[in-house]
């Protein structure tokens, strides 16, 4: 059950129980593998009477915002001048921590604790289990080495991060091992209808009328093969959306019978456009990700680039073409 890298775990484990002062720092626009995570870490190491502060990128989106631990939550100016650990969680290069680079960088003992195949091994130690479905996973087997209390509370973060990074346990990261671990985490007591619902099953209208839109500007090209869906600028402010809650579009894209790829384009609040790919069979996303300096896994990856929408659309559309046709038909 327990992956290689014995040692590795341990050290990781060593440098945890003994930092005093710890700053945890999910990914910006962080999801519920990136908060569930950290929060499980942080009441773990909070429990161990550390001090613990969780800075995020942007304000939680509301589905996540009645997560056990947030209490832990900190401003980036409210954090430790010395002495602290930093650990990135999710993350998979210093990209992804955003403004907050500086408070990992000028840390004494930085650590990296990810799943993405694209981890660039930024920190001073590194613990980038790609095997693992979700950080969530990591941190499980994490907090198992450090003799740390599964409680109610930590199941319930950690129960939420595995089970959104593996849509409910359907993506095909999901492994015996991912069952295993959800299964003590459901021995904890955790109401599991109640975190489904919460989670998967409620959606703002407006977030549902976001969706509507992007389903009729929702394009097929490559014979089907290929969705590209494109939220502009302009439908946000229509709708009063915020650009969290264009999550999940990408996935809808993809369910199309005969699509291997489907990628979303947003125009941010800050001008560039994020890029979400979603594959089904074959292509690996994060490959076509990474050559646009993004990353993630093998169905599922993203990148933020710069320049306008069509430009960023048409160079993007046609290098997925590429990986279409280079694979042929399935
Ligand atoms: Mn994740």
């Known amino acids: ?167 409910g346990f359907r993506y095909s990261n999901t492994t015996a091992d991912t069952f295993f671990i959800a299964a003590r985490l459901a021995s904890k007591g955790i109401d599991i209808a109640e975190i489904s619902k919460r989670v998967f099953e409620t959606i703002t209208l407006q977030k549902l009328r976001l969706r509507a839109e ?18 502009r600028r302009s439908l946000f402010e229509k709708l009063g959306t915020r650009d969290e809650e264009a999550d999940g579009i990408v996935n809808i894209a993809r369910t199309i019978e005969g699509v291997e790829v489907s990628v979303l384009f947003t125009e941010t609040a800050t001008g560039k456009i994020k890029v979400n790919f979603r594959s089904n069979d074959y292509v690996d996303v994060s490959e076509i990700a990474s050559y646009f300096s993004g990353g993630g896994h093998v169905r599922a990856a993203g990148s933020t680039m710069e320049g306008k929408l069509e430009t960023v659309r048409e160079a993007v559309v046609a290098r997925i073409l590429e990986y279409v046709r280079d694979t042929g038909e399935k």
């Open 214 to 231: 992007a389903v009729n500007n929702l394009e097929l090209v490559a014979g089907g093969k290929v969705a590209v869906v494109t939220l």
């Open 1 to 167: 059950m327990m992956k290689p890298k014995i040692d590795l775990w341990e050290k990781i484990a060593k440098i945890l129980i003994e930092a005093k002062k710890v700053i945890i720092l999910p990914h910006v626009d962080a999801d519920g593998d990136a908060l569930g995570s950290s929060f499980a870490l942080g009441l773990a190491l909070y429990d161990k009477g550390k001090e613990v502060k969780i800075v995020l990128g942007e304000d939680m989106g509301k589905v996540y915002s009645s997560l056990p631990g947030r209490h832990l939550i900190s401003k980036p100016e409210n954090t430790f001048p010395d002495g602290a650990t930093a650990v990135a969680i999710d993350t998979g290069d210093t990209e992804r921590l955003g403004s907050r680079v500086s408070l990992f960088n000028n840390a004494d003992v930085t650590v990296n604790i990810d799943h993405h195949i694209t981890n660039t091994d930024f920190a001073q130690n590194n613990l980038v289990i790609t095997e693992c479905s979700a950080a969530g996973e990591i941190i499980f087997h994490l907090l198992k080495k450090m003799d740390s209390e599964i409680t109610r509370d930590i199941a319930e973060c950690l129960y939420i991060a595995i089970s959104t990074d593996t849509g």
